[in-house]
């Protein structure tokens, strides 16, 4: 077989079409590569979204408004402190964009108006934070982001 410079172009074809399909099934087998939704439950949460924005009014209503605070020991998060910290329950859930394994929820616990989410629970990166909480039956959400 003579090689010319068509042999050469169907060759240099076929190599790149072979090294890009190569990486393609490299990267969907691979599970450090997960294509994951977002969540979940996404159409179930839709149908939310307008109780979320009047608790979010709600929150950003208050006078003193609930704080999400870095530290050493890990998240703190300072709820108002002319609420009684006795009359507040809630969930907090915390939401890795980069990793669905690593995403958690919590109850809302006080002992004072402030709760700490301890730094061994988080690893480090980005993290979105999503407190629902109510107090004397009024509901509340706050979202924040913290790079920890």
Known sequence: MKFNWGT?????FAGFIGFILFFIIKLQTNPAYDHEL???DY?????????NIEKQNNSNELKEKLTVTKSSE???ITFPPHFDFKGINGTISLYRPSS????FDTKISL???IMLIPKNKLTGGLWEISIDWNYEGKNY????TVYF
């Open 38 to 40: 977002v969540a979940e």
């Open 74 to 76: 890990g998240i703190i």
């Open 8 to 12: 050469g172009v169907v060759v240099g």
């Open 43 to 51: 159409y179930k949460q839709e149908r939310n979204v307008q109780d």
């Open 141 to 144: 959400l706050n979202k924040e």
């Open 111 to 113: 002992s004072s108006p």
């Open 100 to 103: 669905q394994k690593l995403d």
